[in-house]
């Protein structure tokens, strides 16, 4: 696992765009993986200052969302969807649809899934996956306890989550119980990742991730059998790494 420690969320945001932007020089028509939530943020924005710049274009790409919570509709604002929308196509001049998301208000969730799984298959496959973490190690909405091989699945969210993203709804009790998230096996399978996280409630995480055995109670710790991940870090998230200075020599 590459390990990048940046001054702040803006230098992240930039070097996680840098690896969209050598990915894009290759492939102009490549898939995406987009994360939703707070940690990508500024890679987003520093996407679309290079779109409108003229430097980059996602014209011609298309994506896949991590996950979405089950029974919030596509158009309120505190669903995955809605982020994509808002967040990703319209800033990064991508057409409405071009990044699927998880169909939370199917009447058949698990067909939803299963379809979700393979629409990504007859992509190609996913040529970037970006990622946040949780404080309890999930990436996409695969919390602790989940299957290593786990492919996209209605999943029940852990406490912690709810707790965490409750700023986005009035109160723990209103965040849905229930999501649908690309599982760990499906994440694998992208063929190179980016992990980014900023601050000390992730330093735990970080530590687990990168540095703990690989085990389904961390379960981003999965990344270390990927040949591809790259997890770019604050100094506040990387402040529980025990070889942050080997990170930041092999970086230099
Ligand atoms: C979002 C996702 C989650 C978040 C994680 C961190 O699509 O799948 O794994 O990346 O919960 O969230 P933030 O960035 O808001 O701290």
Redesign the pocket.
């Known amino acids: 696992m590459e390990v990048v420690i940046a001054a702040d969320a803006h230098d992240i945001g930039r070097l996680a765009a840098d690896r969209f932007a050598a990915v894009l020089t290759r492939r102009p028509a490549a898939v995406l993986g987009f994360?939703?939530?707070?940690?990508?943020i500024a890679v987003y924005q520093s996407l679309a200052e290079r779109v409108a710049a003229g430097e980059l274009s996602f014209a011609a790409t298309r994506g896949f969302?991590?996950?979405e919570y089950v029974g919030i509709p596509a158009g309120d604002a505190r669903s995955?969807a809605w982020f994509i929308r808002n967040r990703i196509e319209i800033p990064l001049g991508m057409p409405a649809g071009a990044v699927q998301v998880p169909d939370g208000t199917a009447a058949d969730l698990e067909r939803a899934a299963l379809r979700f799984d393979r629409a990504i298959a007859s992509a190609g496959g996913i040529d970037l996956q970006l990622?946040?973490?949780?404080v309890n190690g999930?990436?996409?909405?695969n919390e602790p306890g989940s299957s290593l091989g786990s492919r996209t699945r209605i999943k029940t969210l852990a406490d912690q989550?709810r707790v965490?993203?409750a700023r986005f709804f009035h109160s723990p009790a209103d965040v849905p119980t229930r999501c649908l998230?690309q599982g760990l096996g499906t994440i694998l399978e992208a063929r190179a990742i980016v992990l980014v996280a900023s601050g000390a409630a992730?330093a735990a995480a970080i530590a687990a991730v990168v540095e703990g055995p690989v085990t389904s109670m961390w379960p981003g710790s999965v990344l270390q059998h990927h040949p591809r991940a790259t997890v770019i870090v604050d100094e506040a998230a990387a402040s529980r790494l025990q070889l942050a200075d080997y990170y930041r020599s092999a970086a230099s």
């Open positions: 994360a939703t939530g707070s940690s990508p969302a991590l996950d995955y990622l946040g973490v949780g999930h990436i996409g909405f989550t965490d993203n998230t992730k």
